[in-house]
Every structure is written in C-alpha cells, then in structure tokens.
C-alpha cells in the first residue's frame, strides 16, 4: 500500500523534478496529482521518464481531502493561500518556498543533517524545504561540524540562473545568442546582462547591505546545523543553466586537518568527494546535473586562522536544492510518521 501525493507547480522547473525523481526513486505512489495554477489547467507532464502523463488540475479547487502528502513548488504566493488550506485538510505539507522557512513552528529539514527535526511537523502540518545554496553547504558542513565543531563560515556562491526558474534560464540563453549576432542583451529578469558576466545580487536587498538570499543563507543555517554557528555570505548569479557552486571557509573550534575532512567528507552522507591535486581533479556544475549527490572538491587547509578548512562544493540546484530534497523529506516523513502497508 503506497501513498497519495500532490505535486504543487507541477510545470515548473523544480515541480517536474520532483515528478522525475518521485519515478526514478520508486516512491511508493498508489496515486500522484499534478497541480499547477489555472493556466496550467487541463495540460499535461510526464510523470518520471515512463511515457505516462498526468493530467493537471487547477489548484484553485483542488481538494486535498484523502491526500498523505502535497510537495509545494509553486512560489510563496500561491503557498500562503494553498498550504494552510491543504494542511486543515489533512495533508501534510512540505513547501520549496521561502514562506514557512524561519516559522519556530516549522521543521526545517534536510534529512542528512537534521532528520529529528520533522518530528514536529504536526504543529502545522507543514514542512520546510531550505533556500537551493543553503542545502547543498548543510550536507558538507554536518559531518566537519560534529568532528571538530565549527566557528564561523564565510561562503561565497556561484549560483545558476535556473535558481531564478525558467525566465532565468531563457534570459541567459536569449542573451548568449543576441550578442553573438550583434543583438541587444538587455535585461529583464535580471538586474544587469547576465550572459557572460556574474552579478553579485540575489533577491531584495536588506538595510545591512546584504540581499535576502545571504540573510537566507545565514538564519537557514543557524536553524538547521547550530544557532552557534556564526555565518556571513556572498550570493552571485553566475551564466551558468544549471548547478549552484560554493567556496566554504571554516573555522573549527577543534583542530582539524585537511586529510581528516577527506576522510569525513568521503563518508559523509549525500556527500561525494572528488578532490585530485591535478588538473580536472575536481567537480564543476557542468558535470553535477542529474545528480543526488553534493559534489566537494579542493579540500585544503586555510592558514590564515586557527583550525580552519576551505573547500569548494557543487550541487544540482533543482535536484539536492530542491525537488530531491523535497522527495527525501517525503521518504523520511513516510518511514518515521506515515507508515502504511
């Protein structure tokens, strides 16, 4: 006996991931429900690779009414209506957007790092999914942190353009070719061209001179590893489709050397060390797409503090910051709370 899923923003980028990797991972599914906004209404989406389609259904009138569980992808508009309305109706929630994230009545979980979390998820019925950059960083930082207990960390991110979602990635490739033929490249959903340049701004900017994505990066953190844990971040947009990358310095409060974090890291789960002192000896976002794991490379000692560690770490953004996050909390939900068969 399997579950009956709801997949929220089921035509998006992370919504048809989630729908990959609930196939590709043999989910127990008796019945999945692709749901997406009106316009969506009456299309279809493949569920896995299978040939199989789903009809969507318009998530203005759906009923969650018998449903186990609804994996929301659709942006926290769409959520601060349709979760609260899903989880009264029994189903459990567990939300990709930013909306619920820092609510003290929420589990904000990745399973690796901190699985107990989800134990209180039924103060709400929801559960939270961390911010893409924060995710990946969370799986590399758990296994250092309970060796040799961590300080500070100062990460700075190269982040692909699909964490902006479709309109992202269309701009980088509208852009990449105009220039190429003499075109304009202005821009419209990024704040400067995007095509071969960074731009050093993710989401709104806050008071203190940080963007709401480093902020994001800093509380997420401090609630799913150690409120301890002092964080600062860099986030950069980068011309890349697809894969989030990170330079992560850390401070250990232990001593720690560089050869025991490899050996941590190579151990550590969801983690995938490929780290060779030797040209190509290293991972790039290129080469992580349609993976699970969160690749690490460049493990080295930083000599300009005590105990400390630099490594650099790359992830598919719509997989482990996302949609394979997500399906990992829906499996631990199913093990620890919602055991059927």
């Known amino acids: 006996m399997g579950y009956r899923v709801v997949v929220v923003g089921a035509t998006g980028n992370v919504g048809r991931e989630m729908l990959n990797i609930l196939a590709e991972r043999e989910f127990p599914c008796d019945e999945v429900a692709a749901v997406a906004s009106a316009r969506s209404h009456g299309s279809e ?9 789903l009809k969507v259904y318009n998530i203005e009138n759906f009923d969650f009414t018998g449903w186990d569980m609804a994996l ?8 601060k209506v349709h979760a609260p309305r899903a989880a009264a109706q029994g189903c459990v929630v567990i939300d990709n957007s930013s909306l619920y994230r820092m609510d003290p009545d929420v589990p904000l979980v990745v399973p690796e790092v901190n699985p107990e979390a989800i134990d209180g998820y039924k103060k709400k019925m929801i559960i939270a999914n961390p911010n893409c950059s924060t995710a990946q960083m969370v799986v590399t930082l758990k296994p250092l942190h309970d060796f040799a207990k961590i300080k500070r960390v100062v990460v700075s991110t190269y982040q692909s353009v699909s964490g ?76 890349v489709f697809v894969g989030h990358s990170e330079a992560i310095h850390i401070e250990f409060e232990n001593e720690i050397s560089a050869k025991q974090a490899q050996d941590i890291l190579r151990e550590a789960p969801g983690v995938m060390l490929v780290d060779k002192r030797e040209d190509g000896g ?18 080295r000692e930083d000599p300009t503090v005590d105990n400390g560690i630099v490594l650099w770490c790359v992830s598919d953004n719509l997989r482990k910051g996302a949609a394979l996050n997500a399906v990992q909390i829906a499996e631990l939900l199913g093990r620890r709370h919602l055991k059927k068969g």
């Open 45 to 53: 989406v493949e569920f896995g690779d299978s040939g199989k389609m």
């Open 72 to 79: 929301f992808a659709a942006g926290s508009g769409p959520t």
């Open 164 to 239: 902006a979602g479709k309109e992202g990635m269309d701009e980088l490739f509208e852009q990449s070719r105009n220039i190429f033929v003499g075109d304009s490249a202005e821009p419209k959903k990024f704040t400067k061209q995007i095509a071969f340049n960074v731009i050093p701004h993710i989401d709104v900017f806050l008071d203190d001179g940080y963007t709401k994505e480093e902020w994001k990066m800093v509380v997420e953190t401090k609630k799913i590893l150690d409120p301890k844990i002092k964080v600062t971040a860099t986030c950069v947009r980068v011309p």
């Open 282 to 299: 290293y991972v790039t976002p290129v080469e992580c797409v349609g993976d699970y794991a969160t690749f690490v490379s460049r493990v």
